[in-house]
């Protein structure tokens, strides 16, 4: 994360000989050509989460989503493509807010899914967890890990944290909420450009996903991730939603999407910030009443691919109401032929029997006037015989 833009290096850590036994459920979306990526958590056979500001590493037609990978190419991984995405309804950039993103994968993994955190307490202030990921492993720049890298990290009070985003930019809505801030005093230990989306763990726990920072392992700057307490309920709602395998207690949730407009993503800030630190924030409750402000960094920017143009939850949800519509309007109308058809025979048949009963009715109505009609004529012929 340096710079305050996309994370992807492991910066202090050790190697992970073997993700496949260590992080199975770890997900790297491989390398695009303009040499990002960004890392993921599987959380079920075929759901991923990560961070939504790496939409464009994960978009439909990635075929290079690595299940547990040792190494940055994927080699002896698992590569499933991407089936499809749901972006959080009210992701905001600007002011980094559910920073995250569902990812269909076309395919089931055998993979143990991580556990997701639904304690919002959890974890507490200077408890220990730990990032992993690939990437550089300095906040000035140099190649890429090759092997999959771990690290540790200390949870910040969230006072600190948001005071220091605070002075970076205003516009950065930090809450202990939505957020968690892990790093260390003496620094030299964190993630990097190329950890977006990467989860933040305890044990086979994700507690929270790699969002953004100022600069990388700096001395009593922390980091801040996506708490994924607070967004527990709307990733087991996606689950169920798009799963082709959804769990078994999908059946008993009542789920109604009710889905708001999607804000849309405002361009990234500036990567350079505009001040420097005059002292390096402790945990220290005394710190709160301190200006602390931030000054640029030496290293070169390392802004994140940024918001996607992918298609909203509104638009998806849109596309499925109208496809709904159809489907009823069809079905409307073949049963309008069918009622139609139906009447035209009714009728046909009740037409024929009415013809079927005319002649007899004629020959009631005729009946009596002939038989008038030839007394007449013989009470006539009479009457000239006897005139004879």
Excluded at 305 to 334: E, H, I, K, N, Y
């Amino acid at each position: 994360m340096a710079n305050s833009m996309n994370r992807s290096l492991i910066v202090g850590g050790e190697t992970v000989p073997n993700a496949s036994d260590s992080f199975p459920a770890f997900v790297w979306s491989g390398l695009a050509a303009d040499g990002w990526g960004c890392g993921a958590a599987l959380v079920h056979s075929d759901i991923v989460v990560s961070a939504a500001h790496c939409a464009v590493s994960f978009k439909p037609g990635n075929q290079r989503n690595y299940v547990g990978p040792t190494w940055i190419t994927g080699a002896n991984a698992t590569a499933f493509p991407t089936q499809r995405t749901l972006i959080h309804p009210r992701y905001n950039w600007a002011s980094r807010e559910n920073d995250i993103i569902i990812i269909k994968l076309k395919g089931h993994s055998k993979a143990k899914p991580f556990e997701i955190n639904r304690k919002s307490s959890f974890p507490v202030v200077n408890s220990t967890v730990t990032v992993i990921g690939f990437g550089w492993v300095a906040e000035n720049g140099g190649p890429l890990s090759n092997i999959l890298k771990k690290v540790d990290v200390q949870v910040f009070p969230f006072e600190v944290c948001k005071q220091i985003y605070r002075n970076q930019n205003n516009a950065f809505n930090l809450t202990e909420e939505m957020h968690i801030c892990a790093g260390t005093l003496e620094g030299g230990k964190d993630g990097c450009a190329s950890d977006s989306g990467t989860p933040l763990l305890v044990g086979n726990k994700i507690v929270g996903i790699t969002e953004d920072g100022l600069g990388c392992g700096r001395p009593g700057i922390p980091a801040y991730y996506t708490r994924v307490s607070n967004q527990a309920e709307w990733i087991s709602e996606s689950i169920c939603l798009l799963s082709s395998r959804p769990p078994k207690h999908c059946k008993k949730l009542n789920i109604t999407w009710t889905i708001p407009p999607t804000l849309a993503p405002s361009p990234p800030p500036s990567p350079f910030p505009t001040k420097k630190p005059t002292t390096s924030p402790t945990l220290s409750p005394t710190i709160l009443h301190s200006t602390v402000s931030l000054a640029p960094a030496a290293a070169p920017s390392m802004l994140s691919p940024g918001p996607t143009a992918a298609p909203s939850s509104d638009d998806m949800w849109r596309v499925r109401f109208l496809q709904q519509a159809c489907t009823f309007l069809a079905w409307l109308l073949v049963a309008g032929i069918v009622g139609f058809l139906a009447g035209r025979l009714i009728m046909s048949r009740y037409r024929r029997r009415i013809y079927e009963k005319i002649p007899s009715v004629h020959e009631q109505i005729l009946a009596p006037h002939a038989k008038d009609s030839g007394t007449r004529d013989d009470k006539e012929a009479a009457e000239r015989e006897h005139v004879r």
